[in-house]
């Protein structure tokens, strides 16, 4: 059994930053994939980021402004966040996935586990 915790979340201005942090237990870290997803109420979830021990990959609107990063030691993953805009509202997800194509996992087709969710409130 995995748990993730996610923290970080709150509001901000436009162009404001936040960095948000995804602490997981249960089996061996560094083997997990790791994913950021987030959702508005009343849209599907939609993939944000994702990291494989170090490959990582982003959707279109995370390109350029989100970062997806890890400590290991930390059993930590991390979605630094830049220039937020506020269609970036949401509430967001880390995930885990033990499935190697990151592809994939940001189809949400081969998520094993999920957080509980961190909202994210930027202003305009």
């Known amino acids: 059994q995995v748990q993730l915790v996610e923290s970080g979340g709150g509001l901000v201005q436009a162009g404001g930053s936040l960095r948000l942090s995804c602490v997981a237990s249960?089996?061996?870290?560094?083997?997990?994939?790791m994913a950021w997803f987030r959702q508005v109420p009343g849209k599907a979830r939609e993939f944000v980021a994702a990291?494989?021990?170090?490959?990582?990959y982003y959707a279109d609107s995370a390109k350029g402004r989100f970062a997806v990063s890890r400590d290991n030691t930390k059993r930590t993953v991390y979605l630094q966040m830049v220039s937020l805009k506020p269609e970036d509202t949401a509430v967001y997800y880390c995930?885990?996935?033990?499935?190697?194509?990151?592809?994939?996992?940001?189809?949400?087709?081969?998520?094993?586990?999920w957080g509980q969710g961190t909202q994210v409130t930027v202003s305009s």
């Open positions: 995930a885990t996935s033990s499935f190697p194509c990151l592809v994939t996992i940001a189809t949400m087709r081969s998520i094993d586990y």
């Open positions: 249960g089996r061996i870290f560094g083997r997990f994939n």
């Open positions: 990291d494989s021990r170090g490959d990582t």
